[in-house]
């Protein structure tokens, strides 16, 4: 039985996944500001690094922001997704930990284009964040190959379930209220993943001995078009949706115009990731359709909503 560190415990992916791998009975340390501390560039693992532990779950990053007010934010990424997993994946490679399992990001592949991404495509971070996750993999590589702990990197695309905030969240808040949406004429093709979908991934990565050192895309097995995520939420709220057929451009023009050129990019680009490395190599299948996923993830905006 594997003794499981994860960081970020308490965030959005932290809290499903824990109750995902307390069924199967894994002896889990949470980490989070509250029972550890802030995690930084210096931080001391040695007292929860002698209980054991064998597999790491580094969950906890600094998250991408649309408006970022840091004064430096490639520096603040950094500090926070690099340095501090690199301080982390050495302390546990000298503790004897057999397995670390790194969260990063579709990101370091790109912003998008029509055909797939894949695990062979070079990388092609364009922002601060992504740039700080791709430079925690190099790093996290270059420490399994000098010291023989096994690294696992996860690129998942946008993630969506119970809890969800950011533009998922405003967009399940439009389609409640019936507000008309100007995505009609969005012919677009993005790749999700639902909670459900990545923790029941990263349970596969903990044991499976192919996983060790790779990289590997994740994500549903059903990419959307931005208006047909918006139809399947409507469905899932019991309405009809209400899309206006606006040219992509204009509209693209028009948020441009109110400096929302990043949203409306990812409400009408292609995004797509290849999953079959994964599905292929450990023998993986999303648990969940996106129907389901969808349906989860509505039942818990509602609850929350109502709470």
């Not at 209980?51 to 520096?75: E, F, K, N, W, Y």
């Not at 057999?98 to 971070?125: C, H, M, W």
């Not at 909670?195 to 590997?216: K, S, W």
Request: proline share 7%.
């Amino acid at each position: 039985m594997s003794n499981i560190l994860i960081t970020g415990a308490s965030g959005f992916v932290g809290k499903a996944l824990i109750p995902e791998l307390s069924q199967n009975k894994y002896s889990l340390l949470p980490i989070t500001r509250t029972t550890f501390a802030e995690i930084t560039p210096t931080t001391n693992w040695s007292a929860p690094l002698s209980s054991g532990i064998d597999t790491i779950i580094h969950l906890a990053a600094r998250v991408h922001l649309m408006q970022d007010t840091a004064t430096d934010p490639l520096a603040a990424y950094r500090a926070a997704n690099t340095a501090s997993t690199i301080n982390l994946a050495r302390q546990a490679a000298a503790a004897g930990v057999r397995r670390f399992i790194f969260l990063s990001s579709i990101k370091v592949n790109g912003e998008g284009r029509d055909a797939p991404y894949t695990e062979q495509d070079t990388p092609n971070p364009t922002d601060p964040y992504a740039i700080s996750k791709w430079e925690a993999e190099q790093g996290l590589l270059e420490i399994a190959a000098q010291t023989g702990m096994e690294v696992v990197i996860l690129r998942p695309p946008l993630i969506y379930g119970a809890g969800v905030k950011a533009n998922f969240l405003r967009l399940l808040q439009w389609v409640e209220k019936g507000i008309p949406l100007p995505f009609g004429s969005i012919h677009n093709q993005r790749s999700l993943l639902y909670l459900g979908n990545l923790a029941d991934a990263i349970r596969v990565c903990i044991e499976h001995p192919a996983a060790a050192n790779q990289t590997f895309l994740v994500c549903d097995n059903e990419p959307l078009s931005t208006a047909e995520l918006i139809h399947k939420l409507a469905q899932q709220f019991g309405q009809t949706p209400r899309l206006l057929n606006i040219p992509p451009r204009l509209l693209q023009t028009l948020f441009s115009l109110i400096g929302r050129k990043q949203e409306v990019d990812r409400l009408t680009d292609s995004l797509l990731l290849d999953n079959s490395k994964i599905c292929r190599m450990l023998g993986w299948q999303p648990p969940f359709t996106v129907d389901a996923g969808l349906g989860h993830t509505v039942a818990a905006y509602r609850r929350n909503q109502h709470a």
